[in-house]
């Protein structure tokens, strides 16, 4: 066995452990799941709650963001609504002044300085007993709030939960694709909730204790993933990051390859910071799943996304090299050339049933997912998981390229 046989079955063993480990989490909280699914959550009391909206360059949405708050259905005399204009240099500042007068919604204007500054802003400027952040460009749904409160009368070892992220209306390819990535994560995000793993607090309405800020802090820019950065640092000081999938949360997706292609390198990019940042936490006992699973995960998942795509390029080369050799040697016979791959003599039927199992898996994730958030399937599933296996390597390698580098990528 050489080399590239060993770190070809070292990438397929640890890919199916980190499905199948998130399989069997699944196949250990059925019954909670769908408990949870089934009931429609009531919070005993109502804490007072403040929903922090970040704006910068977001004329398009803020006034459709501003109204699903208004919308919840949570007392109005329990619900602060503070937007914060970053130095937008649109008309953002302008659609917010349109609530001026109302008395659920304050409105401030600062200076640019990253959405962590205007986040904290808000922070700063309320004193309720809760605190979340909702992206200007995202939607809650009505029952959302009242469904994350309630899990947090649940446990009050919860210090900040999570909510399930769908996307708003998909109408470009790229968008129509996102929608299942989206679906994947959310049942990831709630396989890690109850693994007590969770790495990101979303900035699409990802609540909050107050006593969080007040123990490690507030947000900071984090290579421009502040949301990832507080969830690490939460990981790191032992507080409890839950998941409540049936808190729904609609965002705009880009809409075109170019602008996914940025969000994810900015991303990716902010992963693997954050990792280097915090890898005082790999494979420590007292951080639990967290350190031995989800920091991990991330690292072999990208590796061997990278790996692959650098294995299928390189076997694809050689075969253009050695068919255009016979073709100028030998003369062109007609169009009976075949794509013969030489898996350097790797059992395939090995390979290919690992990697069959692989997107099984993959594809009950959406599929459960997919009843979670309550999203319907369609035909674009195929195209998500076709497309994303050609794109994605490109935006890991970016990253990764980036990291190396020390060059931050832009926000948009």
Known sequence: MNIVEIVTY??????????????????????????????????????????????????ATIHSTIESVLALDYPKDKLQIIAVDDGSTDGTWNEMKMYQDNPHVKIFQKENGGKHTAVNFGIENTDTEFITCLDADSFVHQDALKNIVAMFEEDKNIMAIAPSIVIFKPQTFFQQIQKFDYIMGAYVKKMLSYLGAIHVTPGPFSVFRREVFQKIGNFRKAHNTEDMEIAFRMQENKMKIANCHTARVYTVAPDSLKKLYKQRVRWIYGFIQNILDYRRLIFKKTYGNFSFFTIPAGIVSISATVYIFFSVAYNLLVWIIKETTNLVYSGFTGFSIIFKPEWFYININMVFFAILILYSIIIFGIIMGSRMVKEKLSLYVIAYMLTYSIIAPFWLMKSIWNSVISRKPSWR
């Open 10 to 59: 070292v990438v397929i063993f640890f890919g199916l452990y980190v499905e199948i480990f998130l399989f069997i989490t699944f196949l250990e909280h059925k019954k909670d799941l769908k408990k949870r699914s089934n009931t429609i959550s009531t919070p005993k009391a109502y804490p007072t709650v403040a929903v922090i909206i970040p704006c910068w360059n977001e004329e």
